[in-house]
């Protein structure tokens, strides 16, 4: 088992939702956390909520965001933990989609990814050590209707870690996918505002009706906790043996053996 004591954690997307959980968990884990905002205030007042090592901040959407927050992680020691959590999601009519959107989605969701790991995976290989989580989601296996475009950057992001963790073989660094389920956060509340607004009802109806509606394969009917999401990425983090793996935290959605 790996000891996080000590260990550089870097955790996109940190301000809020799952990335928050999950830097928050790491600090108690005795990690030096650095956590991240598209904003320097928000990298800050999460620095400080969660009592962080370090903070930084930049928009991952694009290279030059992406080198920006790699300039500040520079200055501070290698990271040997690098959750790639940063992501977006939003219910989108398939039929009105422009390309501009689709390839923003693959920009902020995949290629956030695959910058960072390409940047920061190669010391890990040489230092012989390091974790990799890239947050995905059950989308990937279960490609959603209503968010047709995001299910394919999960799906990606899938694909990427598992070739990425070829690249491992004989170390000790290990890449793995975390596939978080519907988990009440302020991203899914966002999302669900354009789910009622799609389907013409009120939020209320739409919160109180979606598991018996949309996702009847649940097995728990219930939102996924951020807190359950931090605990499986602490697992990964520790693990030394699951290695170019997914792991689901969604409740039982998707019905396969
Ligand atoms: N919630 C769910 O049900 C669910 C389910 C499956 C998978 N996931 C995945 O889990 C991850 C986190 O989801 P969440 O619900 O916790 O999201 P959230 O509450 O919306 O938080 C998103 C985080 O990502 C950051 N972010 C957004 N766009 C960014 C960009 N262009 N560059 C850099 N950072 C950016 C935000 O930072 P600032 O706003 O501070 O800049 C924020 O900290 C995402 O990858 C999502 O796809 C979520």
């Known amino acids: 088992m790996r000891n996080l004591t000590e260990k550089t954690v870097f955790v996109s ?15 108690q884990e005795g990690a030096r956390v650095i956590v991240h905002s598209r904003s320097q205030s928000g990298a800050v007042e999460a620095q400080n909520q969660i009592g962080a090592a370090g903070a930084v901040w930049g ?9 920006q927050v790699l300039d500040q992680l ?14 977006v999601f939003s219910v989108e009519d398939f039929f009105q989609l ?7 989605y693959f920009q902020t969701n995949v290629m956030s990814m ?22 995905a989601s059950e989308a990937a296996f279960k490609p959603l209707p209503q968010m047709v475009h995001y299910s394919m950057t999960k799906a990606a992001m899938l694909s990427i870690s598992r070739g990425i963790a070829e ?5 000790n660094v290990c890449v793995n996918t975390l596939m978080p389920g519907p988990t009440w956060t302020d991203g899914v509340e966002k999302y669900f505002e354009g789910l009622a607004k799609q389907e013409g009802r009120p939020l209320e109806e739409v919160l109180g009706s979606y598991f018996r509606e949309h996702e009847p394969t649940s097995l728990i009917q219930r939102f996924v906790k951020v807190d359950e999401v931090a605990d499986a990425a602490i697992f990964l983090a520790q693990n030394t043996a699951v290695n170019g793996s997914s792991l689901r935290v969604e409740g039982g959605i998707i019905r396969s053996i």
């Open 98 to 104: 422009t390309d501009d959107v689709w390839l923003d």
């Open 114 to 135: 695959v910058r960072l790991c390409r940047a920061l995976m190669p010391a890990m290989l040489e230092r012989d050590s390091g974790v990799i989580i890239n947050v």
């Open 167 to 171: 690249l491992t073989k004989g170390s």
């Open 59 to 67: 928009d991952l959407s694009d290279a030059g965001g992406t080198n």
């Open 13 to 27: 997307g940190s301000t809020k939702g799952i990335g928050n959980a999950i830097a928050a968990r790491c600090v």
């Open 74 to 87: 520079s200055g501070y020691s290698a990271v040997d933990v690098l959750i790639n959590n940063a992501g």
